[in-house]
Structure formats: structure tokens, C-alpha cells
């Protein structure tokens, strides 16, 4: 089997782009052959790539959507050439439909939402399309879409298949997709890669996470209010890792009364390293898709306080793998941070059970049920 796979961006760094690297892995050990596409923008992704073997074409090809950043005339600029791009980049889509022509392959994957080169070239080639969603898109990213609901959800109903990464997902694209058409396949990660084992003694000064991209979506600033609440009361310090929005960062550190409670460390390359010296791990998104962090924190053996919405509270049960906190409200974070600091039984007993239950989602799974997936439908 032949198969074209068209990513999300450049950025090694994503949660999509790393899932993706972690399925190539498991694939390559089956009667396959794979092609990946990365558009020509800045990161090391065609490197990593290359490094395992494939052949990675890069193109010009643009997304469906702009990022918003909560300023109306830079978001109205960036919209606009937004748009503006991704009219241009259909000139390169028809000009790689000659290449991709005499490849011959049998099916086309697309790792993300936001992309429809994948969706275009089925439609040309007349190729099977499997395309996978992990993102909620205007939820999440605040994205605006350059194209219309009509033109997306004719594009959406082209593909063979949509899987999808949670029941939240699901339940927001049954809404566009028939649900027949719709195939629910977790996330996975590499356990070995992450699991730990944690003695669960809290470290002096207590140590919090928040790891993800820096924006309002993401929710740094619930975490920065809830952990100036006790600053008083506990030598705490919350370390924020990630890139973004800085003027949101930037706002939210405005109040905070003791600034030695909060850590600003910018992009993280070792996630793995640095969890080992942290004691509680937080995910205050209002609209997760999944959670990767979610689970490595978990495999770390990491109790972790999570927002009682999208996928997190797919993946923790209240005061049995994870502690879940209504969304927004800082002061209960504040209560949950508090419970886990004061309760060590607790603590150790969330860390335990959240390790075990998250090796449920192991890449090898989710590998397989994907490539079952493409075996039926070419």
C-alpha cells in the first residue's frame, strides 16, 4: 500500500505533528510505503522525517483558517492574507496533482483539520481520504475559517473516513459528517517514552506544571490566579512551559502579589526531564481535543487537576485518576491544589491509578486501529 500523508505544519514541537511522528514509527514496520508533505514554512520537521527514511516533499500549500489573538485589526490583517494565501496556494495544489498522478497512490492521510490539500487531491485523483481531526478549531485555537461552512462541510463528507480523537469531537462533527462516517480512535503515546516512577514526596518549594501553547484557550491565567491564592499559605511555584500569546501571558502576571510563585520558562524541549522535579500538573483548557500532556503527565505518575470540559474529562475521573475543577473557576483550582498538597494518601493514590489507567492508550493501539482503517477503505 502507497500512502501519501499531508501534516499539519513545520513544528516538530506540535502535539499533532508529534503523534504523527510516533505512528510513522510503528508503521514502518509494516508492508507500506509512505510520502509525507510539509509545506515550506520554518521548523525541523522534513529533518526528522528524512532521518527515518521517508521521502518528504515539501509544497506550498496554506490552511483553511487564521489564528485569532484577540486584537481586531491584526486579526482582520491576518485573516485577509490568510484568505489571500490560501487562493494562491491552489495554483500549487493543481501543479503537484500532475506529480502526485503518476505515484499511484492508494490512499491519501491527512493528520489534521485544518489542512484540505488532502480532501482536494482525493477529489482530483479520485483516491480514498482518510482525514484526521484533533482539534475543535474556533473552540480551542479561536481559528476563523477562510473558507465557508458549506465549502468545508462538502470537503468534510468527501473523505472516506474521519477519525476523530474523543467523544467531544465527535460530538461536535456529527453535527457536519454522518456519523457512520465517523471513527473514534484515541490518541496514543509511547510508554516507555514517558512512564516514570515517582516517589510522590512534595518538593520544597512545591513544584506545579501548565505545559502547552500560551494562550486564553489554554488557560495560563486560571492557573496563575489559583497558585497567587496560595502563595500566602505555601512555598509554591507554578512553571508555565510553552510559546504564544505574550501580551496574554504578560496581562495575567499583571496581579499576581508574589512574583517568586510563577516561572516563565518559554519552549521546553525535555518535557521529560522537567517533569521529574514536578509535583502536580495542571490542564485548565476549556476545549482540549484530547490531552496529550494530559496522559504524559499521568505516565509520569504526576497527579493531575484538570477543567471539567473537552477531553480531559475524558480522561480523568474525579478524585480516582485525576481531580476536576469547573472551568473558569480559579478559586476551586485553588481548593483542588490545596487537597492535593495537604492530602498525601491522596495524592499518591491519584498518581498511582492515573499511571495505570493511562497505559491503556499505548501508540501500538492506536497504530493498528489506524491502519485497519486504511486497509478497508482503499
Known amino acids: 500500500m502507497r500512502i501519501l500523508i499531508i501534516t499539519h505544519n513545520n513544528n516538530e514541537n506540535s502535539g499533532a505533528n508529534k503523534s504523527l511522528m510516533s505512528l510513522i514509527d510503528e508503521w514502518k514496520n509494516s508492508n507500506i510505503y509512505m510520502e509525507v508533505v510539509v509545506n515550506k514554512t520554518k521548523g525541523n520537521l522534513p529533518s526528522l522525517i528524512q532521518e527515518k527514511g521517508l521521502k ?28 489571500i494565501n490560501y487562493i494562491k496556494g491552489l495554483f500549487f495544489v493543481d501543479h503537484f ?82 456519523e457512520e462516517k465517523i471513527e473514534l480512535i484515541s490518541n496514543g503515546v509511547e510508554i516507555n517514552k514517558h512512564l516514570y516512577t515517582n516517589n510522590n514526596v512534595l518538593h520544597n518549594p512545591i513544584q506545579l506544571l501548565i505545559a502547552g501553547q500560551i494562550s486564553k484557550s489554554k488557560g495560563q491565567d486560571q492557573a496563575i490566579k489559583a497558585v497567587n491564592l496560595l502563595g500566602d499559605k505555601y512555598p509554591i511555584v507554578l512553571n508555565i512551559a510553552g510559546k504564544g500569546e505574550q501580551k496574554f501571558l504578560k496581562e495575567a502576571l499583571k496581579n499576581v502579589s508574589n512574583k517568586k510563585c510563577i516561572k516563565v520558562l518559554g519552549q521546553v524541549s525535555n518535557l521529560y526531564e522537567l517533569r521529574k522535579k514536578i509535583d502536580i500538573e495542571l490542564v485548565c483548557s476549556k476545549s482540549e481535543a484530547f490531552g496529550r500532556v494530559t496522559l504524559e503527565a499521568m505516565l509520569h505518575q504526576i497527579p493531575v487537576i484538570g477543567a471539567r470540559a473537552g477531553g480531559t474529562a ?52 492506536t497504530a493498528e486501529k489506524i491502519l485497519k482503517l486504511f486497509y478497508e477503505n482503499i
Request: with cysteine; charged share 30%; aromatic share 14%.
Open 56 to 83: 518528504c516533499l515539501q509544497i506550498d500549500y496554506n490552511w483553511i483558517c487564521s489564528p485569532r489573538r484577540h486584537n481586531w485589526l491584526r486579526d482582520n490583517i491576518v485573516y485577509f492574507r490568510s484568505k
Open 314 to 365: 475524558e480522561l480523568l475521573c474525579d478524585n480516582e485518576t485525576g481531580l476536576l475543577y469547573e472551568l473558569y473557576n480559579y478559586k476551586e483550582l485553588s481548593d483542588k491544589i490545596e487537597k492535593l498538597i495537604l492530602d498525601d494518601s491522596l495524592r499518591k493514590n491519584i498518581a498511582f491509578n492515573g499511571q495505570f489507567f493511562a497505559q491503556k492508550f499505548d501508540i501500538k493501539i
Open 97 to 178: 496533482f500532475e506529480n502526485c498522478k503518476l505515484k499511484k497512490y492508494d490512499l491519501i492521510y491527512t493528520n489534521t483539520s485544518v489542512v484540505d490539500l488532502g480532501a482536494l487531491l482525493s477529489l482530483k485523483l479520485n483516491i480514498p481520504h482518510i482525514w484526521h481531526f484533533r482539534e475543535f478549531g474556533e473552540e480551542d485555537f479561536h481559528f476563523k475559517y477562510v473558507i465557508s461552512q458549506k465549502q468545508r462541510i462538502k470537503l468534510y463528507n468527501s473523505a472516506k473516513k474521519i477519525i476523530v480523537i474523543s467523544k467531544a469531537l465527535k460530538e461536535k462533527y456529527k453535527t457536519y459528517i454522518p
